[in-house]
């Protein structure tokens, strides 16, 4: 194995270094954005909860009222006042809800596709099973021969880590 060959080698390692350090980086940003928008969506949350007790609270409220005031009244205005007051009470909270909806189903789809993107990218990168594949056989087949290791990487202009390396990946040594 000449210096380039070695340097070349190098070089591919630090580059795989360089992308996987990325990923990761990457991966931590988003998932801090993530955070960040689910702490969002909690305070909305938290604020619809508030909503809804003082939704419960005001129709007790008027319920009594109503109890008060119904001796004046039909049953089915009774029921068209108390419908209403339910409407104009809940509206708000289910177009709340609606947003808060879209808001979730939007960031599921982002961390689907870039969790998608993210696999693909990982895929691509492939270790090698050793330095030079289509010499493994060779290496393998000489030193069972009884050649020595040295004779073995001068043969096969590759170096002497190499072949151990070879052998040990190969559990033959």
Do not use: C, W
Not at 66 to 76: A, F, T
């Amino acid at each position: 194995m000449t210096y380039s060959d070695f340097f070349h080698l190098e070089y591919i390692i630090v580059v795989m270094s360089a992308i996987i350090l990325y990923l990761i980086y990457y991966v931590y940003t988003k998932d801090a954005q993530y955070n960040q928008n689910i702490r969002s969506i909690a305070s909305v949350v938290e604020e619809l909860n508030r909503e809804i007790f003082y939704l419960k609270k005001s129709t007790k409220e008027m319920h009594i009222k109503l109890k008060i005031d119904s001796r004046g009244m039909s049953d089915e205005e009774i029921y068209q006042e108390i419908e209403r007051s339910v409407y104009d009470l809940v509206h708000p909270l289910s177009q709340a809800l609606k947003q808060v909806q879209e808001s979730v189903d939007m960031i599921d789809s982002q961390i689907d596709s870039r969790l998608a993107n993210l696999e693909n990218g990982v895929k691509q990168i492939s270790i090698p099973s050793s330095i030079h594949g289509n010499d493994d056989e060779k290496v393998i087949s000489l030193y069972k021969q009884g050649i020595d290791l040295e004779t073995i990487s001068k043969e096969l202009h590759i170096s002497k880590a190499e072949v151990e390396f070879v052998l040990k990946i190969n559990k033959i040594k």
